[in-house]
């Protein structure tokens, strides 16, 4: 993760740097003035590409973590149901679940009730009847 003190530091630098070559600026030798400016872009470059990288990290980071959670999901061990209806039920909760989702993608949607007989799932709008 990025630390957002270094990220600041960096942009602290960056000012520092200006200020630089607003003093390089006023150098009467114009020799040692192009030098200085040389060196004044070199670490500017420097800098930039640093906090670019920075960036980077942080975007794939976000991502591991977010592929992290989904396979926790997959493959966290999986609460034994019972079933209710040709739905799930999980002790200690109310409701009643959908089979499919919970047996291929781990999820825990709630059914919603058709008419008298039937069930439904709203997202793979699997029907479940009641005998
Ligand atoms: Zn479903």
Same mark, same amino acid.
């Given at each position: 993760?990025?630390?957002?003190?270094?990220?600041?530091?960096?942009?602290?630098?960056?000012?520092?740097? $200006?200020?630089?070559?607003?003093?390089? !600026?006023? %150098? =009467?030798?114009? &020799?040692?003035?192009? /030098?200085?400016?040389? $060196?004044?872009?070199?670490?500017?470059? !420097?800098? %930039? =590409?640093?906090? &670019?990288?920075?960036? /980077?990290?942080?975007? $794939?980071?976000?991502?591991?973590?977010?592929?992290?959670?989904?396979?926790?999901?997959?493959?966290?061990?999986?609460?034994?149901?019972?079933?209710?209806?040709?739905?799930?039920?999980?002790?200690?909760?109310?409701?009643?679940?959908?089979?499919?989702?919970?047996?291929?993608?781990?999820?825990?949607?709630?059914?919603?009730?058709?008419?008298?007989?039937?069930?439904?799932?709203?997202?793979?709008?699997?029907?479940?009847?009641?005998?």
């Amino acid at each position: 993760m990025v630390d957002i003190e270094t990220f600041k530091t960096l942009g602290t630098a960056l000012t520092s740097i $200006k200020t630089i070559s607003d003093i390089a !600026a006023t %150098i =009467t030798n114009a &020799q040692l003035r192009q /030098e200085l400016n040389g $060196k004044i872009a070199d670490l500017q470059g !420097a800098i %930039i =590409t640093a906090r &670019q990288q920075m960036l /980077e990290m942080q975007e $794939k980071y976000e991502q591991v973590l977010e592929e992290n959670k989904q396979l926790k999901m997959i493959t966290a061990p999986r609460q034994k149901p019972q079933m209710q209806w040709g739905c799930y039920r999980f002790e200690g909760e109310d409701g009643l679940f959908c089979t499919a989702c919970y047996d291929t993608k781990g999820q825990k949607i709630q059914t919603t009730r058709l008419d008298i007989d039937f069930r439904r799932c709203p997202v793979c709008k699997a029907v479940f009847g009641a005998g």
